[in-house]
């Protein structure tokens, strides 16, 4: 069962942008929180940002402060990742994720995310 789809993914050179999109059921979309995850090659899935149901609570990593935006529209049951000044050192798979219940971990955390999407490939050259 597929209910989060990441599209947006693509080879683009650093200092360039791109906008990852993750269509959910409304199901899946009114979950406790959604998140990007990445994972390069090697190594182990991380959260780059995430974004709770309730009271607008926002979490982004150090490594893309001030230059990734989470989103959510409602209306669409879609989250997004507005990605800008891309760095090679972001290529990774990035996924989207949504934690349906409340396990106890905090929205920063892996283990908080039931519901997995497919992944999209984002490559930065140099």
């Known amino acids: 069962q597929v209910q989060l789809v990441e599209s947006g ?55 893309v402060k001030g230059r990734f935006t989470i989103s959510r529209d409602n209306a669409k049951t879609t989250v997004y990742l507005q990605m800008n000044s891309l760095k090679p050192e972001d290529t990774a798979i990035y996924y989207c994720a949504a934690a349906t219940r409340n396990t106890g971990a905090t929205m920063t955390s892996r283990r908080l995310y039931d519901d997995w999407g497919q992944g999209t490939q984002v490559t930065v050259s140099s």
């Not at 199901?27 to 149901?53: D, H, M």
């Open 9 to 63: 993914g693509g080879l683009v050179q650093a200092g360039g942008s791109l906008r990852l999109s993750c269509a959910a059921s409304e199901r899946t979309f009114n979950s406790y929180a959604l998140g990007w995850f990445r994972q390069a090659p090697g190594k182990e899935r991380e959260v780059v940002a995430a974004v709770s149901w309730s009271g607008g609570s926002t979490y982004y990593a150090d490594s």
